[in-house]
């Protein structure tokens, strides 16, 4: 063992010496990424290794880390490892970047074109900070700069065990389906249906959310990439604009664009409320996130699009609670 460590590392330094002769970097962030392109009936597919693999379209275009980096990350969440945070030293960079690798293949920030993916990016981002900001209006750097201070519900009045689920997703027993992860997860049913996507036993494990960025980023993005129903778009495909709206859904006021993402993923619980907080905190979070980015907050299109204070949601709630 000691022989096979030691003979690595002096390979690694005679890497690296070379490495800095022949004037490249080894930092793995400024080598040139190996990018595969094959051609398909027609169609170019790529892949970029670990980040986006598997010969995928979106995969011939920038990847996420390509845009949006550390320092990027650090500059949205500046203030997630302060001391009066709730999840000081949980949320980091390399956990959101590892899971966004399960999702580019699929078009995740790898859509449409350099501005398009940093404004789904910042979109994404913008939900998950205004879910888990403990932002007030006098904190350190105004209420926008508390995102990542929470990394799940912190004093839950209730198990959300719904029993109507029983059959497909039974409670464990002492589990609590309290709020977790980054686009907080409530209930059996939901910690059940995304632990079956993700492979995770989520229902007789609900804490792992809370244990384990990387899988509270996935779920996070497994929500955002999925249509909560048959026949609705997912957050991704409204905000990206593949979705094209029905008649009923131009008739519900829903058009594609950031407004129809808080529908698809909050329902009445945020949209066909007018104008109400809970929407617009999430609206200037996306908007602050873009300013930060660098790109003009004008890219989030007009009003409209923006905000769901009129749209029918798509799937109201049975239950009163929000
Ligand atoms: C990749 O980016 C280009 C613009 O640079 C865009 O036209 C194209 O639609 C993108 N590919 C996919 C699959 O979205
Ligand atoms: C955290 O979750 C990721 C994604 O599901 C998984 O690959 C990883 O093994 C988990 N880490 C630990 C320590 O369980
Ligand atoms: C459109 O809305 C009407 C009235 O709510 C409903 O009966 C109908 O099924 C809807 N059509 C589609 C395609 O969703």
């Known amino acids: 063992m000691a022989v096979n460590f030691n003979t690595g590392f002096v390979f690694l330094m005679i890497t690296m010496a070379a490495a800095a002769a022949a004037g490249f970097s080894v930092v793995a962030a400024d080598s040139p990424k190996e990018i595969i392109v094959k051609t398909v009936k027609g169609q170019k597919l790529c892949d970029q290794g670990w980040e986006c693999k598997g010969l995928s379209k979106y995969c011939c275009n920038q990847t996420i880390s390509d845009f949006f980096q550390t320092y990027q990350f650090e500059t949205l969440f500046e203030n997630r490892n302060s001391p009066v945070s709730h999840a ?12 966004a690798a399960t999702y580019q293949p699929l078009g995740f920030g790898t859509t449409g074109g350099k501005t ?39 004093s839950p009045s209730q198990d959300y065990c719904d029993e109507y689920y029983k ?16 686009i907080p997860i409530y209930w059996n049913y939901n910690y059940g249906a995304i632990g079956e996507a993700l ?22 993005m497994w929500r955002w990439m999925t249509p909560a129903k048959k026949g609705q778009p997912s957050a991704h495909d409204a905000f990206v604009g593949n979705w094209k709206p029905t008649k009923n859904d131009t008739l519900a006021k829903r058009v594609p664009g950031f407004g129809t993402t808080m529908n698809i993923l909050y329902s009445d619980s945020v949209c066909g409320q007018g104008d109400v907080d809970s929407m617009n905190v999430m609206i200037s979070h996306y908007q602050h996130y873009l300013d930060l980015m660098g790109l003009n907050r004008d890219e989030a299109g007009p009003h409209e699009v923006l905000n769901c204070a009129e749209q029918v949601p798509f799937n109201p709630s049975y239950k009163s609670s929000s």
């Not at 000081?88 to 899971?99: C, E, L, N």
């Not at 789904?120 to 205004?130: M, P, S, T, W």
């Not at 007030?136 to 799940?152: E, M, R, S």
């Not at 059959?167 to 980054?182: I, K, N, T, V």
């Open 88 to 99: 000081v030293g949980f949320w980091d960079y390399r956990s959101f970047i590892t899971a």
């Open 116 to 154: 398009l993916q940093m404004k789904e990016v910042a979109a994404f981002l913008g939900h998950v900070g205004a879910k888990t900001s403990c932002g007030y209006g006098v904190a350190t750097g105004g209420p926008l700069a508390w995102g990542l201070c929470y990394k799940k519900e912190m």
């Open 167 to 182: 059959y497909d997703y039974p409670c464990a027993p002492g589990a609590q389906y309290y709020g977790r992860g980054a």
């Open 199 to 220: 492979k995770v036993d989520l229902l007789n494990h609900p804490e792992y959310i809370e244990q384990n960025a990387t899988l509270a980023f996935q779920a996070a």
